[in-house]
């Protein structure tokens, strides 16, 4: 069995950049302090208000990121017209409401059937891996295998802020539950969304589980211990 990935989704350094509409600090930099450290990929999310991300620092991260590049959209034309044009090694399709604070839950693939597999098909001509962030249920998985996509990734956030051993057990057993359908179905399993030190343990038990992408809770910690050491804390934590 190879060995769980690490995704480390940097949003949130370039939040505090935007903050003071600066240059600091830069995102670039904190994909190789995150690469040299134990990540094997860069998480960013180019949304469409553009409250963090930039265009300009996912074309330089393209050039700099040594792993896979994944980068986290919504069914956007404007977004999906330059992702062909920058040509990741991954996309993510999320949902996107601009008032939100995070992503909220996970893609309604069945609604958008017909337009998932128009634009998976056109990246996947393109050479590009293609994942569809959802929530863990049989039916979604089953539609996302329809779409074509190459991944699912499970959205963790309802366990992950789920309260009370029944509802995380809950929560839980839907994860559990999702992936081993996935595996049986022949599509991939990445998960993300919420994870901390202390809550991707449970995490680890998922089957078929490939790729986890983190950041909010990286980057946090990072402000107390630097970012070099909280991706080290993170991926010992992910038994790797």
Known sequence: MSQLRLGVNIDHIATLRQARGGLE???????????????????VHLREDRRHIQDQDVTALRDV?????????????????????LVPDQITLVPEKREELTTEGGLDVRKYMDRLKDVVGEFKDLGIIVSLFIEPDIDVIDASKEAGADYIEIHTGTYCDARGENDILHELGRIYRGAEHAVDIGIGVNAGHGLNLENVVPMLKTAGLHELNIGHSIISRAVFIGLAAAVKEMSEAMGR
Request: hydrophobic letters at 45%.
């Open 65 to 85: 990121v040594r792993g896979v590049l994944n980068l986290e959209m919504a069914l956007s034309d404007d977004i999906i017209g330059f992702a062909k044009k």
């Open 25 to 43: 600090p830069d995102p670039l930099e904190a994909a190789c302090i995150a690469e040299d450290n134990g990540a094997d990929g860069i998480t």
